[in-house]
Structures are given as C-alpha cells and as structure tokens.
C-alpha cells in the first residue's frame, strides 16, 4: 500500500501542470539532483552550524554515543522535506528504540538564509508529532553557512541546486544513517520508510556496520519534473500507464475481496 501512495505522488508531480516552463535549471542539471551512496564515508565532525536555539555547535558534539538520522533540507520547503520528516517521523513511531534514548536525529537545512526560530518551530512540531517518548534533546534542527552546508551535502552525496526563478531549492528525498562516529552506514529513499528495515540499519550502524547500496526512488519537489521535452513525455506517459494499471489491479483486488465475503443465498 506505501507503494501505491508514493506512484500516485510521483504521478502527480510529474503531471502538475505548474511543472517546467519557467525554471531556470537545465534538464542535464535536474538530471544531477539525486543521492550518491557514498557508504562508510565519514561526515566531518569540525562542520558547524546552528542549532534551534541559535547556540553554535560542531557535528561531532552529536557523535560518539548512538547512531544519527541525518537528513537535508529546508524548512520553506513546498512539500516534499514535509513528507520526508512525516515518513521518517511515522517509521521511529513504529520502533522499539526511541529518538534521544538510542539514536539521534539531524535535520539540517541547505537555505544558508534560514534562521534558528525556523528551526525552533519545526522542532517543535515535530516533537509533538512524535508523541512523548524518548528526549526532545535527541533532535536536533540545525541552519549553517553555505560552506558547512554544502560540504556536508558532498559528504552524504546529497546533490541540490537553487532555482532562482521558482525561489526553491530541487533536491532529492530521502535521509541517511550514520554510525556513532558519523560514518555514513545505510541510505533510505522516498518519503515512506519501513519501521523493521530502519531498525535493522539502526542497529547494525549501532556497532559499526555499514549497509550494501540501495535502489533509488528518483523523487523530486513537486515543482520539479526530472525530465522535459520529447523524452520527459515519454517518461510521463511510462508513469502515468505504470499508475492507471496498479489502479485498476487494486480495483480488481478490492472487488474480488468483496464478492468472496458476500453470504451465499438459501436454495
């Protein structure tokens, strides 16, 4: 079912109308907005930022005790960080651990204009969507400079780029999970996570282990189409026949189900 809900999302982006026409960024260029795996690299520990109340701090202040979700992106975002925090929010809910108690979570923004009280407020939000398990201080809503931000983007290998016409940032959806060292250890794609498959990146990253490469879900803001022109048609059409027929089949699913429950009648 998380399946059929992420090809109709896809659908829908790639065939929003408001798609395309004006943004400045090249195809070859929305090409280049996607994860690199770069398993077993090492996230610099010297990057600083800031965090939700405006103190200074360095990321190796959130390493060494238990692993980290690590996730980018902006706070302004339309709509798919949003999602991507709901998935990965909605997937620790299903976990035995908790946030605080046996890992942490980074949210770091990419929008070097953004602001510690974005950040307070998303935190906020975010723990009261979580519920009361687990620390409020194993969260951590982070702005920096474009340096820090950028060099911890090459290090995860989170390729962005700014649209100066649309004011938005194109960037993939997803987040990583670093080792207590902040090594980087697994990759999940998309904005729904399974609960069991992140306990068992959790846990292997808990002593070390770092994960094989993953399959990509290319999935871009909704503001963004990957591809235009005569092959973006092509892959639209690919999409759009690939969702009508899940439709229909989950049609007929459903209406089998029904007709097996239905009570034969008395002869």
């Given at each position: 079912m998380k399946t059929f809900f992420a090809v109709i999302f896809l659908i829908v982006c790639v065939s929003s109308p408001s798609v395309a026409a004006n943004n400045s960024l090249s195809d070859e260029q929305l090409l280049q907005i996607k994860f690199d795996q770069k398993l077993d690299s090492q996230v610099s520990p010297d990057l600083c930022f800031r965090d939700e109340t405006g103190k200074q701090i360095r990321l190796g202040d959130y390493f060494g005790k238990r692993p980290v979700v690590l996730?980018?992106?902006?706070?302004?975002?339309?709509?798919?960080?949003?999602?991507?925090?709901?998935?990965?929010?909605?997937?620790?809910?299903?976990?035995?651990?908790?946030?605080?108690?046996?890992?942490?979570?980074?949210?770091?923004?990419?929008?070097?204009?953004?602001?510690?009280?974005?950040?307070?407020?998303?935190?906020?939000?975010?723990?009261?969507?979580?519920?009361?398990?687990?620390?409020?201080?194993?969260?951590?809503?982070l702005t920096g400079g474009s340096n820090s931000i950028q060099k911890l983007a090459n290090e995860i290998g989170f390729r962005f780029a700014y649209d100066p016409a649309l004011k938005q940032f194109a960037h993939p959806s997803g987040f990583v999970v670093l080792t207590p060292e902040g090594k980087v250890a697994h990759y999940f794609f998309g904005v729904t996570y399974s609960a069991a498959e992140l306990n068992s990146a959790l846990r292997n990253a808990s002593v070390k282990k770092i994960g094989s490469p993953v399959?990509?879900?290319?999935?871009?803001?909704?503001?963004?189409?990957?591809?235009?022109?005569?092959?973006?048609?092509?892959?639209?059409?690919?999409?759009?026949?690939?969702?009508i027929a899940m439709v229909l089949g989950l049609g007929v699913i459903i209406f089998r189900q029904q007709n097996r429950r239905k009570p034969e009648k008395p002869r």
């Open positions: 996730m980018l992106g902006y706070y302004g975002c339309p709509m798919l960080c949003t999602l991507v925090l709901n998935g990965a929010t909605e997937s620790f809910r299903g976990l035995k651990w908790s946030v605080g108690d046996q890992f942490d979570v980074i949210f770091a923004s990419i929008d070097p204009d953004e602001t510690p009280p974005l950040a307070a407020e998303k935190k906020k939000n975010y723990l009261r969507r979580y519920g009361h398990r687990g620390k409020p201080n194993g969260w951590h809503f399959e990509q879900l290319i999935l871009l803001c909704c503001e963004y189409s990957p591809l235009r022109g005569k092959y973006g048609y092509v892959i639209m059409d690919a999409v759009r026949v690939g969702g």
